[in-house]
Nanobody
Framework: QVQLVESGGGLVQPGGSLRLSCAAS????????MRWYRQAPGKQRELVAA???????DYADSVKGRFTISRDNAKNTVYLQMNSLKPEDTAVYYC?????????????WGQGTQVTVSS
């Protein structure tokens, strides 16, 4: 069982920045695909950014050019740098880890961290 602990959320003004961190308990963190999702009140959870074990990245169109996902395998941690934040970025942000298996995948979620963008 992998535990994911997010941190770095908070209240920020529009145009500001935050960096989210997600620390994983598994020492073989490097083999996991890591993703950040978010869920705003009354909306479905949506994929924000992803990073593969090899370091490839992908982003939702709504955050391209503003958010950057990265990973530090030595620290078992994935980050989400969020710049030029907008009120519509307000949501609970969740870290997700996926380990690809032969017969099935293993999926783990963090507890979420609140990001509020407001003046």
């Amino acid at each position: 069982q992998v535990q994911l602990v997010e941190s770095g959320g908070g209240l920020v003004q529009p145009g500001g920045s935050l960096r989210l961190s997600c620390a994983a308990s598994d020492s073989i963190f490097s083999i996991y695909a890591m993703r950040w999702y978010r869920q705003a009140p009354g909306k479905q959870r949506e994929l924000v950014a992803a990073v593969t074990p090899a370091g490839g990245t992908d982003y939702a169109d709504s955050v391209k050019g503003r958010f950057t996902i990265s990973r530090d395998n030595a620290k078992n941690t994935v980050y989400l740098q969020m710049n030029s934040l907008k009120p519509e970025d307000t949501a609970v942000y969740y870290c997700h880890a996926q380990r690809i298996g032969i017969l099935s995948n293993l999926d783990y979620w963090g507890q979420g961290t609140q990001v509020t963008v407001s003046s």
